[in-house]
């Protein structure tokens, strides 16, 4: 079975090949708006996330080119405001099955001015797409606190999409070391 | 296959009784596996499928406030915390959602005093861990 | 010469190279607990009262203390009580001998069941490393010594199965040819690969181990280490295990109990 399938043959992920075939076609009209970041399933093939086969016996790896396009294809373009988001992580992670985390995003958290959604992206993971958080202007503060797994020393990417169309990114470097006893 | 029935779930607020308009800090915890389907029996080289919890939903006197879609780069025994305004005493719920679309849940009271009240007196208050499993 | 005479120069021998081994414990003042050569944010999240995730197992272990179980219908709070009264300083004498024979807090609590609540001793399921009922109530009772001496007993009936941990704690195992003090006496500080080694205590255990997303007993964790240094890894609960368990909690005497600790 391939690894990368671009076919999803699911009846509920046909939507998501109207989209790109959509998207292809010039023309993100299929939802009457404009697609939006949460419209598609970053986290890579879904048929490979969700429905194991039986007896899978391929080692999923991490791809940093597709990573990186998964980030572009969030930002879409936009230039990035800097400054917004503030990613706070340990230069060495104590083990990369543990990583603590915490995002912070400079926003007046109004009803026309809130980071809507959040991605938190490493770019070494086998599925670089960690989590994405979605806040209110009821949640006062937009921060963050968690713990992740990173397979290797890798950037950890976030790209806060405001609700003004918007966009923050910033990243920041952890190192995962190998273990002593790994 | 679903979670264990004993699985724990925590939920703290910090702190329990604010004032309106103050920024209170919600903790979580939940207690899964979060086997990311990359791991491997050495022996038999077959994958552990992916179990998940993909979403917590805060639902704060029955608002939606905080959504979080997790993926399989989230740690086991996963961890979060954020931030809410204290607006009106009442439940913070949060839902944990897994990959069989079975819910958990877990509540706590928040109390809310007036701004103006110094102090706000002896308000009751979920102060304790309000922990289920 | 004779066989019995050869018999008595063997022993003699063997006598001479365990007297001649330095009773190389750290001075009081230099234990080090595990925490120690843990970072920061590792500290942070064992200190941290909500967050640190050994304390799902010792709340489950709180449940379970009331949880009536086994053919008397009794639960540990019947007979014990208050666990925060009843085993107040109880986890820090453990491992010690009970019957002539040496058992550590989790045997014990098996034995517990077995013969004061006619109760199946706790388990591992087949996929498990251990038994997760039986970790959470270690947990439990450790935790009602937290920040108290560990204090194990290693004179009288526990003298030989003392004498018998320091003589594996010096022994040297595994392809690798590696006896515990060589890292945790000689080298306790220094690098291995990218961590830093520490003095070997089991004062936090059991300790949620973060390669393992999960909490796991000090025995488990001496499995691993025979394992790395590739010799041939014992059973949990084997009584070689229980021997050092018991020399090196004697080794780290006075360190706090730190259970649940966070540890890597």
């Not at chain 2, 439940?91 to 009240?117: C, G, H, K, M, P």
């Not at chain 3, 234990?31 to 010792?58: H, M, Y």
């Not at chain 3, 009264?85 to 517990?112: D, E, F």
């Not at chain 3, 490393?129 to 290693?154: F, I, R």
């Given at each position: 079975?391939?690894?990368?399938s671009?076919k999803?043959?699911?009846?509920a992920?046909s939507?998501?090949r109207?989209?790109?075939?959509?998207?292809?076609?010039?023309?993100?009209?299929?939802?009457?708006?404009?697609?939006?970041a949460?419209d598609?399933?970053?986290s890579?093939?879904?048929f490979r996330d969700r429905?194991?086969?039986?007896?899978?016996?391929?080692?999923?790896e991490?791809n940093r080119?597709?990573?990186e396009?998964?980030?572009?294809?969030i930002?879409r373009?936009?230039?990035?405001?800097?400054?917004v988001?503030?990613?706070i992580?340990p230069?060495?992670?104590?083990?990369?099955?543990?990583v603590p985390?915490?995002?912070?995003i400079?926003?007046?958290?109004?009803?026309?001015?809130y980071?809507?959604?959040?991605?938190?992206?490493?770019?070494?993971?086998?599925f670089?797409?960690?989590?994405k958080y979605?806040?209110?202007p009821?949640?006062?503060?937009a921060?963050?606190?968690?713990?992740?797994?990173m397979?290797?020393s890798?950037?950890?990417?976030?790209?806060?999409?405001?609700?003004?169309?918007?966009?923050?990114?910033t990243?920041?470097f952890?190192?995962?070391?190998?273990?002593?006893?790994? | 296959?679903?979670?264990r029935?004993?699985q724990?779930?925590?939920l703290k607020?910090?702190?329990?009784?604010?004032?309106k308009?103050?920024i209170v800090?919600?903790?979580?915890?939940?207690?899964?596996?979060?086997?990311?389907?990359?791991?491997f029996n050495?022996e038999?080289l077959?994958v552990y499928?992916?179990?998940?919890?993909?979403?917590?939903?805060?639902?704060?006197s029955?608002r939606?406030?905080?959504?979080?879609?997790?993926y399989?780069?989230?740690?086991a025994n996963?961890y979060l915390?954020?931030?809410?305004?204290?607006?009106?005493?009442?439940?913070v719920?949060i839902?944990?959602?897994d990959?069989y679309?079975?819910?958990?849940?877990a509540?706590?009271?928040?109390?809310?005093?007036?701004a103006?009240?110094?102090?706000?007196?002896?308000?009751?208050?979920?102060?304790d861990?309000?922990?289920?499993? | 010469?004779?066989?019995?005479a050869?018999?008595?120069?063997?022993?003699c021998?063997?006598?001479?190279?365990a007297?001649?081994e330095p009773a190389?414990?750290?001075?009081?003042?230099?234990?080090?607990?595990?925490?120690?050569?843990?970072?920061?944010e590792t500290?942070?999240?064992?200190?941290?009262?909500?967050?640190?995730?050994?304390?799902?197992?010792?709340?489950r272990g709180?449940?379970?203390?009331?949880?009536?179980?086994?053919?008397?219908?009794?639960s540990?709070?019947?007979?014990?009580?208050?666990?925060?009264?009843a085993?107040?300083g109880?986890?820090?004498?453990?491992?010690?001998?009970?019957?002539?024979?040496?058992?550590?807090?989790?045997?014990?609590?098996n034995?517990?069941?077995?013969?004061?609540?006619?109760?199946?001793?706790?388990?591992a399921?087949e996929?498990e490393?251990e038994s997760?009922?039986?970790?959470s109530?270690?947990?439990?009772?450790?935790?009602?010594?937290?920040?108290?001496?560990?204090?194990?007993a290693?004179?009288?009936?526990?003298?030989?199965f003392?004498?018998?941990?320091?003589?594996l704690?010096f022994?040297?195992?595994?392809?690798?040819?590696?006896?515990?003090?060589m890292c945790?006496?000689?080298?306790?500080g220094?690098?291995?690969?990218?961590?830093p080694?520490s003095?070997?205590?089991?004062n936090?255990?059991?300790?949620?181990?973060?390669?393992?997303d999960g909490?796991?007993?000090?025995q488990?964790?001496?499995?691993?280490?025979?394992?790395?240094?590739?010799?041939?890894?014992?059973a949990?609960?084997?009584?070689?295990?229980n021997?050092?368990?018991?020399?090196?909690?004697w080794?780290?005497?006075t360190?706090?109990?730190?259970?649940?600790?966070?540890?890597?």
């Amino acid at each position: 079975m391939a690894e990368k399938s671009d076919k999803p043959t699911t009846g509920a992920l046909s939507r998501r090949r109207l989209l790109a075939g959509a998207a292809a076609g010039g023309a993100a009209l299929a939802l009457g708006r404009a697609a939006r970041a949460d419209d598609y399933d970053f986290s890579g093939n879904p048929f490979r996330d969700r429905f194991q086969t039986f007896r899978q016996t391929f080692r999923v790896e991490p791809n940093r080119q597709e990573a990186e396009r998964i980030v572009r294809a969030i930002i879409r373009g936009r230039t990035p405001i800097p400054g917004v988001v503030t990613v706070i992580a340990p230069d060495i992670a104590e083990n990369g099955a543990a990583v603590p985390v915490t995002i912070k995003i400079d926003s007046p958290m109004t009803a026309d001015d809130y980071p809507e959604l959040v991605h938190l992206i490493a770019l070494e993971n086998p599925f670089p797409e960690i989590a994405k958080y979605r806040f209110t202007p009821a949640c006062g503060v937009a921060e963050v606190t968690l713990r992740c797994r990173m397979r290797t020393s890798a950037p950890l990417v976030v790209v806060a999409e405001m609700s003004t169309g918007a966009v923050g990114v910033t990243e920041r470097f952890v190192e995962v070391t190998l273990g002593a006893c790994s | 296959m679903a979670a264990r029935k004993d699985q724990k779930r925590r939920l703290k607020i910090v702190p329990a009784t604010a004032r309106k308009g103050d920024i209170v800090t919600v903790k979580t915890l939940a207690e899964h596996e979060m086997e990311p389907g990359v791991r491997f029996n050495p022996e038999t080289l077959v994958v552990y499928p992916r179990f998940i919890i993909n979403k917590l939903i805060c639902r704060y006197s029955g608002r939606e406030v905080f959504v979080a879609d997790w993926y399989s780069g989230v740690s086991a025994n996963p961890y979060l915390a954020f931030k809410l305004r204290a607006e009106e005493s009442g439940t913070v719920e949060i839902e944990w959602v897994d990959d069989y679309n079975q819910s958990t849940f877990a509540r706590a009271e928040l109390t809310v005093v007036d701004a103006a009240a110094p102090g706000g007196g002896d308000a009751p208050g979920g102060g304790d861990d309000a922990t289920t499993g | 010469m004779s066989a019995r005479a050869v018999a008595a120069f063997a022993i003699c021998l063997l006598a001479a190279d365990a007297l001649a081994e330095p009773a190389r414990r750290p001075a009081p003042e230099e234990l080090l607990s595990g925490a120690a050569f843990v970072r920061p944010e590792t500290r942070a999240l064992q200190d941290d009262s909500f967050a640190n995730p050994g304390l799902i197992w010792v709340e489950r272990g709180a449940a379970l203390w009331q949880t009536a179980d086994g053919d008397t219908g009794m639960s540990c709070a019947d007979c014990h009580g208050d666990a925060e009264a009843a085993m107040k300083g109880v986890g820090a004498t453990y491992p010690k001998v009970v019957g002539g024979r040496l058992l550590n807090l989790s045997q014990r609590i098996n034995q517990c069941r077995v013969e004061h609540m006619a109760a199946a001793p706790y388990v591992a399921a087949e996929h498990e490393a251990e038994s997760e009922n039986l970790l959470s109530l270690e947990a439990y009772v450790k935790a009602q010594s937290a920040g108290m001496p560990m204090a194990v007993a290693v004179d009288g009936a526990a003298a030989p199965f003392f004498e018998r941990g320091r003589e594996l704690y010096f022994q040297r195992v595994g392809q690798m040819d590696l006896a515990c003090t060589m890292c945790h006496d000689d080298r306790a500080g220094h690098a291995l690969r990218a961590e830093p080694i520490s003095q070997g205590h089991v004062n936090g255990f059991p300790a949620y181990i973060l390669r393992w997303d999960g909490l796991a007993s000090a025995q488990r964790r001496f499995r691993f280490c025979n394992e790395q240094a590739r010799a041939e890894p014992l059973a949990i609960g084997h009584d070689d295990y229980n021997a050092i368990e018991l020399y090196v909690a004697w080794r780290g005497a006075t360190l706090p109990i730190e259970s649940p600790a966070v540890r890597r």
